[in-house]
């Protein structure tokens, strides 16, 4: 029996290896699904949905769904398209997010989907809720303000007993990423960087350094996010 | 304190998946969780501080900071408002001096709101140390806290007789009434206790029992309608190394409250129930995942299962049938209405947050502690002993063809005889209406606030327009002829919440705001639509009913309904139907708000606006254009 299967997304005919997710087999197949909490070598938990696909007329997230024989995926289609604008403005107007004065401007993923998906003014309100920095550990802060609770430095940024960093306080829309204020301390300097790099907006921030890398010569200023899928 | 806590973590093996169990038992013990506490729980259990604290922020009946000797949670569900909440909240305030969301300074009383705690058909209810006060006034609520200052024990400050039934029973000792006011199959006393297990079950092959359910076609009664008999069958074929059956008695959609009459008069079928399941599917371990709210329960249904393994229908080889090994415990929940949800329930089971899973796989694939787990519901497991019992073909003489047997319908709200109504599927709504009393009505809410509002007034309804087009898929047809629909599978579906509303209530200013409440103080938050979206929705509703709304507001509000479809569970997926099921069925109210009809905001009057400061500078306003 192969351990491959053939599928679509809108039309396009994609070659997958069993078991694997939409969202991978996509990107291997020069398909582009934005995604902003899924994290390679993590399981997957579809918490911003803006990778959701239509399968059957029903919405899934492609980063959670496996692949399956067959199966005709809609995904760049206008409905789609807009349900993840939709995603990315109501992640803009729930933070507070100044483009010009952040560390991660340039590296920002939702940013960088922002301009993809060319959203202008947000169809909701701003909620300008007041929210916190914290500082007070010696490597790292945490910008509340930028947080859209992906989860990935919950599921990445471990110890070596497996104990987390960072978790969850509170719920709905009380609900914050927290750092282990114990921890915090005695972060290794290589393990902070990660925590950074690994956060797709600019809410952990590595102390000490900053703009390092000019604005306008980063990631996304030279390559629009999911070019580099596409021209595989 | 260390030894203390020391204690309480050996008891639980020091297992971090026995965190809900560990919190609660130092919540009992020290009234709180203190740093001290977490600092130690995290050493021990070798998760970080910030894990426990994540569980313990997400859950109502935990708490980091220190509450009171006697602590009030007043229910806020939507009958408790119809019948005098603001009033009973008034006067707890008023008589002990204290907020709600406070602690008192000499650390005597803290009052809370809670969202609904299964008393619909007898609000104003609230939870006072885990005993139930019902039908509170001004009145009752202001001697409670007399009683308390005069230093009166809890089980004192109920002078009420106790309830009936099982209520009375001294493990109960409750003041709480049955309501049950129609029986039918499942609520019938002429039976005897546990005989399927005795008599019956060893008769058939496990194959044969699910055959049985699958033939009865009985489906998931807590409002989903999954084929049980299918649930069964698929569990019973996963490899694991145990299989699980969890009682999901997690009841919280607002306005159900058929769970706790079923758990209180008839529990013994419950868990006849679940040793059924386990012989079908060869499953070893049960758990009955109780809320909290009805910890007040836990020792009576606890005496049960202590019967239970006395009599060897519980514990190793049950009734004699060799390898027959199972056993249930009781899982005391911790306050959130999302862990009714199957996955969610489980990740609680775990000792995290009740965050729903993503699915594939299905908890009869992965489940508890990743071992093949079968979630069901109350009555449904209630209902499978009948079935046993009597028979498929018995069985499929009730209700009708696409929806077999009966349905517990928990009704309340404005109508003469609130309580429980045990019905043949198929029902209509003019039938539950007429059974219950209601007259002058206005608005039924069907399936509480994940489900929809009807209109029985049949206004003509604007399904023609394309967005209207958008929702039929969704199961929230507008409704026509809204007193002929049907509770049924095809029709109407539901767990079984009937919420009425007579004429004289305000349905978007008093009830779709309450629900929208409920909704945006439940979401896990976990998906980024239901997090955020039901709160800028309500802002929007808000907006409309003060008079500041425009025509496109409405469509706005229908536009956002859809994205906030793709979260990842019901409870997400549901939480914008008060506001979209009653655009659907009452659109004329939003229009009567909506500003002169316009199509645009002008934002504001700026002859209005200026009015105030040109007065108190004595200037005129002039339109230099008029």
């Known amino acids: ?232 | 304190m260390k030894e203390k806590i020391k204690a309480i973590l050996e008891k639980y093996q020091i297992d971090a998946t026995r965190l809900i169990d560990i919190l609660h038992e130092v919540m009992d013990e020290f009234g709180f969780i203190s740093a001290e506490t977490i600092t130690l729980l995290s050493n021990d259990l070798r998760i970080s501080e910030a894990q426990v604290k994540e569980t313990i922020s997400f859950y109502h009946f935990f708490s980091d900071k220190p509450r009171a000797k006697y602590n009030v949670f007043l229910n806020n569900s939507i009958t408790s408002c119809l019948r005098g909440f603001e009033h009973v909240k008034e006067a707890f305030e008023i008589e002990s001096g204290v907020k709600f969301g406070n602690v008192s300074e000499d650390g005597l009383i803290g009052l809370y709101v809670t969202s609904c705690i299964g008393m619909n058909d007898q609000g104003p209810a609230a939870i006072i140390n885990d005993k139930i006060f019902t039908n509170l006034t001004p009145y009752r609520a202001k001697e409670i806290i007399k009683g308390i200052k005069q230093g009166k024990k809890v089980e004192e400050l109920i002078y009420e007789a106790n309830g009936d039934g099982n209520n009375a029973h001294p493990l109960m000792n409750t003041m709480i009434i049955n309501n049950i006011r129609r029986k039918s199959l499942l609520l019938d006393d002429n039976y005897e206790k546990f005989e399927v297990t005795k008599n019956l079950i060893s008769k058939y092959s496990p194959q044969e029992i699910i055959q049985i359910v699958e033939e009865s076609n009985l489906r998931g009664r807590g409002g989903a309608g999954f084929p049980t008999g299918l649930k069964w069958k698929f569990g019973s074929k996963m490899p694991g190394e145990h299989r699980v059956i969890i009682c999901n008695a997690d009841e919280g959609e607002p306005g159900t409250f058929k769970d706790r009459v079923i758990l209180t008069q008839y529990n013994d079928l419950v868990f006849e129930g679940m040793v059924i399941a386990a012989y079908a599917t060869a499953a070893d371990m049960g758990v009955l995942y109780l809320r909290y709210e009805y910890r007040y329960m836990l020792e009576f249904l606890n005496s049960q299962l202590d019967y239970m393994r006395n009599n060897n229908l519980l514990g190793n080889s049950i009734n004699g049938i060799k390898d027959f090994n199972f056993d249930i415990r009781i899982q005391l929940g911790a306050g959130a209405y999302i862990c009714g949800e199957e996955s969610a329930l489980i990740e609680s089971m775990e000792g995290k947050r009740g965050e729903p899973r993503d699915k594939p796989p299905f908890p009869v694939e992965r489940g508890y502690l990743n071992y093949p787990t079968i979630v069901n519901n109350v009555e449904t497991l209630a209902s499978a002993v009948r079935i046993i019992k009597n028979g498929a073909e018995w069985y499929k003489t009730f209700g009708t063809s696409d929806s077999l047997g009966t349905k517990l319908l928990s009704v309340s709200g404005d109508c003469r005889f609130p309580g429980i109504y045990e019905v043949e599927w198929g029902v209509s709504i003019k039938e539950v209406l007429d059974m219950a009393g209601a007259e002058n009505v206005q608005a039924v809410q069907v399936g509480g606030p994940s489900g929809t509002l009807v209109n029985v007034q049949d206004k003509e309804n604007h399904s023609k327009t394309d967005l209207m087009k958008w929702y039929k898929p969704s199961g929230m047809m507008a409704s026509r002829k809204a007193y002929d629909r049907k509770i049924s599978y095809s029709d109407m579906a539901t767990g079984g919440s009937i919420i009425i509303f007579n004429k004289s209530r305000d349905i978007l200013h008093d009830v779709v705001m309450n629900f929208m409440d409920f909704f945006i103080e439940e979401s896990c938050g976990s998906c980024s639509t239901c997090r955020n979206l039901p709160y800028i929705m309500k802002q929007k509703l808000l907006k409309i009913i003060n008079g500041h709304g425009v025509r496109e507001d409405i469509d706005d509000l229908l536009n956002w309904g859809k994205i906030i479809k793709v979260s990842r569970c019901g409870l997400g997926q549901t939480a914008a139907n008060p506001i979209l099921s009653s655009i659907l069925n009452f659109r004329h109210l939003y229009e009567e708000h909506v500003k002169a009809m316009t199509d645009y905001d002008n934002q504001f009057e700026l002859a209005d606006s200026v009015s105030a400061a040109n007065s108190f500078v004595g200037r005129k306003f002039i339109h230099h254009n008029s």
């Open chain 1, 1 to 232: 029996m192969s351990d491959t299967c053939k599928f679509k997304i809108d039309g396009k005919e994609i070659i997958a290896k069993k078991g694997q997710t939409i969202l991978e087999a996509a990107k291997e197949n020069g398909v582009f699904i934005p995604t902003l909490c899924n994290f390679t070598g993590v399981k997957p938990k579809g918490s911003c949905r803006i990778c959701s696909v239509k399968i059957n007329d029903r919405f899934m997230t492609s980063c959670t769904t496996p692949v399956a024989a067959g199966m005709e995926v809609e995904s760049n289609t206008e409905e789609i398209s807009d349900l993840r604008k939709s995603i990315i403005e109501l992640l803009f107007v729930s933070g507070n997010h100044f483009c010009p004065s952040c560390e991660k401007s340039g590296n920002c993923e939702l940013q960088a989907l922002g301009y993809r998906y060319q959203m202008m003014v947000p169809r909701f309100p701003y909620s300008f809720d007041k929210k916190n920095v914290v500082a007070t550990g010696p490597k790292l802060l945490k910008d509340q303000d930028r947080c859209i609770k992906c989860q990935r430095c919950m599921k990445t940024i471990k110890d070596d007993e497996g104990k987390r960093y960072y978790a969850f306080k509170n719920r709905g829309r009380d609900l914050e990423v927290v750092m282990d204020e114990e921890m915090s301390k005695t972060i290794t300097d290589e393990l902070a960087k990660e925590a950074m790099e690994n956060c797709p907006v600019g809410s952990i921030i590595y102390k000490g350094v900053g703009f390092s890398e000019p604005i306008g010569t980063r990631k996304y200023d030279k390559q629009p996010i999911g070019s580099l899928i596409e021209t595989n």
